[in-house]
């Protein structure tokens, strides 16, 4: 039976934006559950346009790169996103589009379209295991997931790049998250000043060791709000030898975008 979340909006909001605002001097009585949330909200900036540069690097040493644009939207209730990616170049990806829309109480939806078949394809909730257009990060590492979809454990603090960090064990709820996501648990490396990650660990089914993603260039893109967007994420596949280097060129936050930008028809628009 696949996990159902039934959210009172309204309740879980103000929960969450006092555990946002909590003070310095409480930071370290936070438990993992608070410092997951703190992580999610983290990144959840109201409008955002980046343009990116993605490095995929298989085991040879030989490179592939993807240029994309990117626009990003939090939606009314400040908790979900709306998120659209739309691949430039290559020639051989050029037009791909990907589209994510959040639901607090639900499934996210998502979106490819694949401009060789001119077609769009709804992706479910199992396709979140699978790769991202051949890179290393996953469908389902795009937008971070529910922290209600599992149990988190504060394990310890660490040092990490001359930052103290919280180091976060997460354990999916059920198994139904667990072969949706094709981790058995991940460890999260969490900073104690921004509660933006470093570092974050994946476990397969079979709890290897599956990929590691290193995280840097915090960047502070929305002071009002404390809103941080990461410039460099590089994900290693321990399994493959293979990784992705993903860094924004460019990003842009508070600029007008529309919601009717974020349709299947505008990632079918090449």
Do not use: C
Request: avoid cysteine; charge should be positive.
């Amino acid at each position: 039976m696949r996990i159902s979340i039934k959210t009172d909006v309204k309740a879980l909001t103000g929960a969450l934006l006092l555990a946002l605002t909590l003070p310095a001097t409480a930071a370290e009585a936070l438990s993992a559950q608070q410092i997951m949330e703190k992580n999610f909200f983290v990144t959840k900036v109201r409008t955002l346009k980046t343009d990116s540069t993605m490095i995929l690097i298989n085991d040879r040493g030989q490179t592939r790169e993807r240029k994309s644009a990117t626009l990003a939207k939090l939606q009314a209730n400040g908790i979900d996103s709306k998120l659209l990616v739309k691949f430039l170049s290559p020639a051989d990806i050029k037009g791909t589009g990907f589209l994510q829309v959040e639901h607090s109480g639900a499934d996210d939806d998502q979106w490819i379209y694949l401009p060789a078949l001119k077609k769009t394809r709804r992706l479910v909730a199992n396709n979140k295991k699978d790769s991202f257009v051949g890179s290393d990060f996953s469908y389902g590492d795009i937008l971070l997931p529910k922290v209600e979809f599992y149990k988190h454990a504060l394990l310890r603090t660490e040092a990490l790049d001359g930052q103290d960090n919280y180091v976060i064990e997460s354990v999916p709820r059920d198994d139904n998250v667990k072969r949706d996501s094709g981790y058995s648990k991940k460890f999260t490396w969490v900073r104690k000043d921004n509660f933006l990650e470093t570092k974050v660990e994946y476990y397969d089914v079979n709890e290897r060791l599956l990929k590691t993603q290193t995280i840097s260039g915090h960047k502070l893109v929305e002071p009002e709000t404390q809103r941080w967007i990461a410039m460099r994420r590089e994900m290693v596949n321990h399994q493959t030898k293979h990784k992705t280097i993903f860094t924004f060129d460019r990003i842009e936050s508070g600029v007008p975008v529309a919601d009717d930008a974020f349709t299947t028809r505008s990632i079918e628009r090449e």
